[in-house]
Every structure is written in structure tokens, then in C-alpha cells.
């Protein structure tokens, strides 16, 4: 099983990043997908979800209205779309599918100005 995240990199207040998490080694259309986010010194909370046929989604309050998940079955891939941009969405952003422990390395998101 393999889940690659990318797309990270730094951005300014405001601004938008989107991540993809292309999954690999198992049926990625069978499985509820997750975003989740780690900040130095705090633990990883959960962002973002998503069904298996894309038609129902989960978000942290957090995040809401600001981000949005999206999945395409036929890439294997899952997407986090990141709009307005705060400082305290700085993180590592993984993807995870649920109920599993499989995890991907992760991809840094820093929002300063």
C-alpha cells in the first residue's frame, strides 16, 4: 500500500493550495478517504472526509466553508482543495484511509506572509 501526498509549499495569508493523495495497493474506490493535519507540538486531527463514491463529505469546523475534498475513483487520487488560507492551517497534511493505518509521508503547508 502506497499513499503519496503532494502539493504543500508555503503561501501567503489568503491564498490556495491544492494537495493530491494518489493511493496505490489497494481498492481505492472501496475505501472512505481522509485528510488530516499535523502542527508542531499538537496532534494530528482529522480535516477532511470524503465517502466512497464522493457523494458525502466531512469537515472540521475549522475548515469549513474553506477547504474542500474531492476524489477521482479512476486516478486512484484524493484531492484537498485549500482556499483563504489562514496561518494556523500551517501543518503536515496526510491522507489516510479510514480505519486503516496506512498513511502516506505527508506534504508541508506553511502560510506566512
Known amino acids: 500500500v502506497q499513499l503519496v501526498e503532494s502539493g504543500g509549499g508555503l503561501v501567503q495569508p489568503g491564498g490556495s493550495l491544492r494537495l493530491s493523495c494518489v493511493a496505490s495497493g489497494f481498492t481505492f474506490r472501496n475505501y472512505y478517504m481522509n485528510w488530516y493535519r499535523q502542527a508542531p507540538g499538537k496532534e494530528r486531527e482529522l480535516v477532511a472526509g470524503?465517502?466512497?463514491?464522493?457523494?458525502?463529505?466531512y469537515y472540521a469546523d475549522s475548515v469549513k466553508g474553506r477547504f474542500t475534498i474531492s476524489r477521482d475513483n479512476a486516478k486512484n487520487t484524493v484531492y484537498l482543495q485549500m482556499d483563504s488560507l489562514k496561518p494556523e492551517d500551517t501543518a503536515a497534511y496526510y491522507c489516510n484511509a479510514r480505519l486503516t493505518a496506512w498513511w502516506g509521508q505527508g506534504t508541508q503547508v506553511t502560510v506566512s506572509s
Open positions: 470524503i465517502t466512497r463514491g464522493g457523494g458525502s463529505t
